[in-house]
């Protein structure tokens, strides 16, 4: 593997634009509280009763980016063209299970095909964007993975407008479309460096193993999980929590919270590069949660303020906690073989699916509890985080190629 970091090329056309284009386009999945009201009218069943569809999405996200690291880094144009492929399809399968009232077919189409499109899309230009900005790694990824939030903050709007004056079929219809046109353009453009040369070095089993059972590997994991599943656990429920609480512009709310999800993206990324330690990032998110579900829970402010504060800080925590991640990694492990790595951490993202809005669906809908006993919740496991990460040990974990 050759370290010349004197690379020839267009970061900004080979890296950066194609990395927005990709994450704008997958990142509407966060979009979910806005249509699923609508797809369960339309298939005449309750809501609660295809919420797994969302878990599956992200289960299939985590999973499919966990197996697919390794491809990803041979090459970088077929993966993204695969995930707009999968993205897109899922999207319009999910109209044709509407049309046919299919709850599986719903389960198969959003949550597995299209979580797929979403986990290949999420990686892709991860590790070219970290060559592309070598010396500034947390800036690069937060640039790749903000657009997961800017999409939010995008498409609320016209998601709204779009349930106000067309059926959900349109919606999904343009959604899928644009994505289309967006994600191929991406893949066209995307490349990396020309003077970085791919490792040809297998990956093993054991290799593999030897990361998955290291200590640091799995606090890193953990605290990984845990700050997904609290932030799906809101933001599945973002609209509800909302409306219970008096806050009826919920589509500017759902903005304005995409827009911190954004800056927690690039702004928690960029100040890793200025700190040795990756893993101080960690550290303020877990705090600052902390002191919001404090406010919130302890009534101290109005409780819409509260409401509002709350989300739109650990949005900020969430989104930091993705885009800071691969330079934390690639602070223990290395760059080497950096998707990979990332891919089988990002596991912990598949696991969460299932957790996170499943959480707050049996504390609210099933336990029949208010949002106060959620937020408690949150705490206690925010507070376990928090701990976790100072537990973190300040060393490089290099690992041993099996020749």
């Known amino acids: 593997m050759t370290l010349n970091l004197t690379y020839k090329g267009n970061k900004w056309l080979s890296g950066a634009i194609p990395a927005l284009l ?4 997958i990142g509407s999945v966060y979009c979910w509280s806005l249509i699923k009201n609508n797809i369960a009218i339309e298939m005449g069943v309750a809501s609660s009763q295809i919420e797994f569809a969302f878990s599956l999405a992200i289960f299939f996200l985590g999973m499919s980016a966990a197996f697919c690291g390794r491809f ?59 060559l592309w900005f070598s010396e500034h790694k947390g800036l690069a990824t937060g640039i790749a993975i903000s657009g997961f939030g800017l999409s939010k903050a995008i498409l609320s709007p016209f998601i709204e407008w779009c349930n106000a004056n067309y059926s959900i079929y349109v919606t999904l219809w343009a959604i899928s479309l644009i994505s289309m046109f967006c994600m191929l353009l991406a893949s066209a453009l995307i490349k990396k460096p020309e003077g970085w040369v791919e490792t040809t070095d297998k990956f093993s089993i054991k290799d593999v193993w030897k990361i998955i059972t290291n200590s640091e590997y799995i606090k890193i994991w953990l605290i990984f999980y845990i700050n997904i599943t609290l932030g799906l656990c809101l933001i599945s429920f973002e609209k509800d929590l909302c409306l219970t609480n008096g806050i009826v512009a919920v589509g500017i709310i759902s903005s304005l919270t995409a827009l911190f999800n954004t800056i927690g993206r690039f702004g928690y990324s960029s100040c890793s590069d200025f700190l040795k330690r990756k893993e101080i990032i960690y550290v303020i998110i877990f705090a600052s949660s ?43 492990f290395g760059m080497g073989n950096i998707s990979t790595i990332h891919g089988l951490a990002l596991s912990a993202w598949a696991w969460a699916g299932l957790s996170g809005n499943q959480l707050s669906n049996l504390v609210i809908n099933r336990m029949g509890l208010g949002y106060e006993h959620l937020i408690t919740i949150v705490a206690c496991l925010y507070c376990i985080s928090l701990i976790i990460t100072l537990t973190i040990k300040n060393k490089i974990w290099k690992i041993k190629r099996n020749n």
Not at 90 to 100: D, I, N, R
Not at 102 to 115: A, N
């Open 290 to 332: 902390l002191i919001v579900c404090a406010i919130y829970g302890l009534n101290l402010i109005n409780i819409g303020v509260a409401t509002i504060l709350l989300l739109c800080v650990i949005n900020a925590g969430y989104g930091g906690g993705f885009s800071t991640l691969p330079t934390l990694l690639q602070s223990k």
């Open 22 to 25: 990709i994450h704008c386009c």
């Open 72 to 130: 990803i880094e041979k090459n970088v144009k077929y993966s993204s063209l695969i995930s707009a492929i999968c993205f897109t399809s899922g999207l319009f399968l999910t109209t044709v299970a509407m049309h046919l009232h299919s709850i599986p077919l719903l389960f198969l189409s959003y949550g597995c095909i299209m979580g797929i499109g979403l986990g290949i899309g999420y990686l892709s230009p991860v590790k070219t964007l970290m």
